[in-house]
């Protein structure tokens, strides 16, 4: 007999522990989701429960722009230049290179670069400058007056350790013409309008806070 309710005892004991295991577990059919792992942490666990392949999950991560772009293209350029300046913004630094561009050629004309030396690097100031003297020299005068910028557009750029450059082909509507010092013009188009098509390169360094653009080369 007390065999007996021991084995009665017992058979309680395993149906109460059964009772309480399949409350803290539950059941799960086939095509329930499955419960999160107490063992696997949860970054492997949402591996696991993506796709079943981590490998692949790795493989449809998106790249970063600039290196699935040609490095050589405009795209490539821009998106290097975006990543060396984050806020680098295209169509803003567009309209400030117009206002350098009118700047630059008006101060030319008149022969005084002071106002403009913060846009221009060492070089091409010198060589500004150097045209200026001449003219000067020989008692020339220019004659320029810009009546409208018609594009403005990027044709390349580049990033290049912490200096980044864009080139940018400007096409303007110009009066232009050289008069000697009778007042006699020597060349350009005397007071008529022609387009006029520059290509100038800026540049500027990433690293520098509130650094401003500069021209480092002009080309026709």
Excluded at 73 to 99: T, W
Excluded at 147 to 158: E, N, R
Excluded at 183 to 209: C, H, L, P, Y
């Amino acid at each position: 007999m007390n065999i007996d309710m021991e084995i009665v005892f017992f058979a309680l004991l395993a149906v109460v522990l059964l009772g309480r295991l399949w409350f803290m577990l539950g059941t799960r059919s086939d095509g329930e989701t499955q419960r999160p792992s107490v063992v696997v942490s949860p970054l492997e666990q949402n591996k696991n429960t993506a796709s079943g392949n981590p490998a692949e999950e790795r493989s449809i991560a998106p790249k970063p722009l600039a290196a699935v772009l040609p490095p050589n293209s405009l795209a490539g350029g821009l998106a290097q230049v975006k990543i060396a300046i984050p806020d680098f913004d295209e169509k803003a630094f567009l309209r400030e290179s117009r206002d350098i561009f009118s700047a630059v050629v008006m101060a030319y004309a008149d022969g005084n670069l002071s106002a403009v030396s913060n846009f221009l690097s060492p070089e091409v100031r010198a060589s500004f400058q150097k045209a200026v003297d001449a003219r000067m020299a020989s008692g020339q005068i220019a004659r320029v007056r810009i009546v409208s910028i018609v594009d403005a557009d990027a044709v390349s750029a580049k990033a290049e350790g912490s200096n980044v450059f864009v080139s940018v082909r400007f096409s303007s509507i110009q009066d232009t013409a050289m008069e000697d010092a009778t007042g006699n013009v020597i060349s350009g188009t005397d007071r008529k309008k022609e387009e006029v098509t520059d290509i100038w390169t800026f540049s500027r360094d990433a690293n520098a806070q509130g650094a401003s653009w500069e021209v480092v080369e002009t080309k026709v």
